[in-house]
């Protein structure tokens, strides 16, 4: 199992390295624009109460917080790095298992001493230590860019250890959905389109969910399991929230086994 | 208890079950058996009441026309995919139960050859050692040198010859009990197919059972000791290669402007075809007796060929 965790590591350096490198420097870009936000803010604030509250819903700017503090400012940030780090996660879950029949390499991995049990346990804790090394990298850039660009202003600390606490069980919702998708499916052609297709898609239905009202789209994205603008405004997680996530990822998990152990390999 | 016993203990148990599973004398056991294996892709049959016996040290032909149901009998095999029904054992274990231990002693090479793209050669061949609990380093540089296979290489970048000769090395390099081959001379040259037939052989001598799967007759008649002819996803028939090779017919095609048919009728021309100014027949006797009559015709032209195995299938199997 050690020999396949390696070799899938591996694969994966490269694409840490992009994700890391976009996350940090979208931290930074939209973070870098946070001292002239913060120095004009009543202005600011007065522009944003002409525009319609759906559509500050829709981007989750409504959370109560205002847009001047630091955190407030942070969540319209934060939201954004939720969505690189949802498509990193379904990309590395729609491809996980699917890569081996899409570039018909299954037989090779499948004709070797090894169960398939532990060929799903091994790409899934290569993927696992993959979203943490973005993870960690991720809270240093959070910290890192509030400390540069924050001129003084105070915040509450753990208010967004919390929000950064919640990134992992947020990328193994995506992760785990999509690698059961990949292999309920019989062969998924393109990871790109339906990794981007899952994290936008539930990323829309959070937005449409602000603006129609009511929990229940909501109870389908994890944008709003873990949503930015709650956690920040409660100091808290909504735990009937992140017990769906949970459950949605036992499920996405125990679907991949059962599908996977029963799948036939089909060669060119 | 003291290890020293325990240890003995270890080692007795060990050794019995050994000797339990030793085949009786004389008796050499099966490696591969199937009984009645049937897949099914939706409601198309791939392979229907497949039952076959390969036994220890035997090279075992499987041979039939593209579609036959030769790959789906391996892949099943090879826990691949999974039988609608029936029976598949491979060292007297079930193939779909204990796949993982079965494959530690199989090497096997597909018909077609796909690994890792940007690996170079021998990271994919350390890779697939590190499958296997032994140190294949010596085997593995021995059989790329007779495969003159360039280790430094990125699989990218190799001929589709060449990924077959890194499927015969990686496939080989442990040192496997049952080697089995689905179609594996596709891409090789000449050359290297009788540098490959040569390592098979020499791997059959040290006692590995070979499963080797082809529609080229000549190659299977080469190589085998016994086939199975699959066609329509049955086997028809599990033959001695003695029995196939007196079966051993030729397609003659001849040219001329006045061809006198009636010095064809020997025994053994069957399936005769009149064109213009072409006769064409099977032919399967003493060949001394053909080249006769042959050569007492004034011919343009004449054609000895190895019927395809689908005309040896449609006229000799049906």
């Not at chain 1, 969910?209 to 929990?215: L, P, S, W, Y």
Request: with cysteine; charged share 25%.
């Amino acid at each position: 199992m050690l020999n396949i965790f390696k070799y899938e590591f591996k694969m994966y350096q490269k694409s840490i390295l992009l994700w890391m490198i976009s996350i940090v420097g979208l931290l930074f870009a939209m973070m870098a624009f946070y001292p002239s936000f913060g120095n004009d803010s009543e202005i600011l604030e007065k522009m944003l109460k002409n525009y319609p509250e759906e559509l500050l819903k829709a981007f989750g700017m409504s959370g109560g917080i205002p847009l001047s503090s630091v955190l407030g400012y942070f969540v319209f940030t934060f939201v954004l790095v939720q969505l690189c780090l949802a498509i990193q996660a379904a990309n590395y879950g729609f491809s996980i298992l699917s890569v081996e029949e899409r570039e018909f390499t299954a037989d090779y991995l499948m004709s070797k001493p090894v169960s398939r049990v532990r060929i799903i346990n091994a790409k899934f804790l290569a993927a696992l230590l993959a979203l943490t090394i973005t993870n960690i990298v991720t809270w240093i850039g959070s910290f890192g860019c509030i400390e540069i660009f924050r001129e003084g202003k105070e915040y509450d600390a753990t208010k967004l250890i919390i929000l950064l606490a919640t990134i992992l069980l947020f990328q193994l919702v995506f992760l785990t959905v999509g690698m059961a998708i990949s292999v309920v499916l019989r062969r998924i052609r393109s990871v790109l389109t339906f990794s981007i297709s899952l994290a936008f898609g539930t990323y829309i239905l959070n937005s449409v969910r602000a603006i129609v009202g009511g929990e229940t789209l909501g109870y389908l994205s994890p944008f709003y399991h873990f949503d930015p603008a709650y956690i920040l405004k409660n100091g808290n997680l909504d735990i009937s929230m992140v017990l769906i996530s949970i459950v949605f990822i036992i499920v996405s998990v125990s679907v991949t086994y059962v599908f996977y152990l029963k799948r036939d390999i089909y060669s060119l | 208890m003291p290890e020293v016993f325990l240890n003995h203990a270890n080692a007795y148990s060990r050794i019995r079950v050994y000797f339990m599973n030793m085949p009786k004398e004389g008796k050499l056991m099966n490696i591969i058996e199937t009984n009645k294996l049937t897949k099914y892709y939706g409601k198309s049959p791939g392979i229907i009441d497949v039952s076959m016996e390969v036994k220890e040290k035997e090279i075992f032909g499987f041979i039939g026309p593209n579609g036959a149901g030769k790959s789906t009998t391996i892949r099943t095999l090879m826990g691949l995919i999974f039988p609608t029904s029936g029976k598949a054992e491979i060292f007297g274990k079930n193939c779909m139960k204990e796949g993982p231990n079965i494959r530690r002693d199989i090497g096997y090479l597909p018909s077609e050859v796909f690994y890792y793209e940007r690996m170079k050669v021998i990271d994919l061949l350390n890779y697939t050692a590190g499958f296997f609990k032994k140190d294949c380093k010596n085997r593995m540089n021995e059989l790329a040198e007779i495969m003159e296979l360039d280790l430094n290489r990125r699989i990218e970048d190799l001929s589709y010859g060449n990924k077959k000769k890194v499927g015969i090395v990686q496939g080989l390099l442990h040192s496997p009990k049952l080697i089995i081959l689905d179609e594996p001379t596709s891409g090789l040259d000449p050359l290297m197919q009788q540098k490959f037939f040569d390592i098979i052989k020499k791997e059959n001598e040290k006692g590995t059972t070979i499963f080797f799967s082809s529609h080229i007759l000549s190659e299977v008649q080469e190589l085998c000791n016994r086939v199975a002819i699959i066609k329509d996803g049955s086997i028809i028939r599990t033959e001695d290669i003695k029995t196939l090779r007196e079966n051993n017919y030729k397609k003659i095609t001849i040219r001329g402007d006045k061809i006198d048919q009636s010095k064809f009728k020997i025994k053994g021309v069957t399936k005769i075809v009149n064109g213009k100014n072409e006769f064409k027949f099977f032919y399967k006797g003493d060949i001394n007796k053909m080249t006769n009559a042959i050569s007492s015709e004034k011919l343009k032209d004449v054609l000895i060929e190895e019927p395809t195995l689908e005309e040896i299938f449609m006229h000799y199997y049906k």
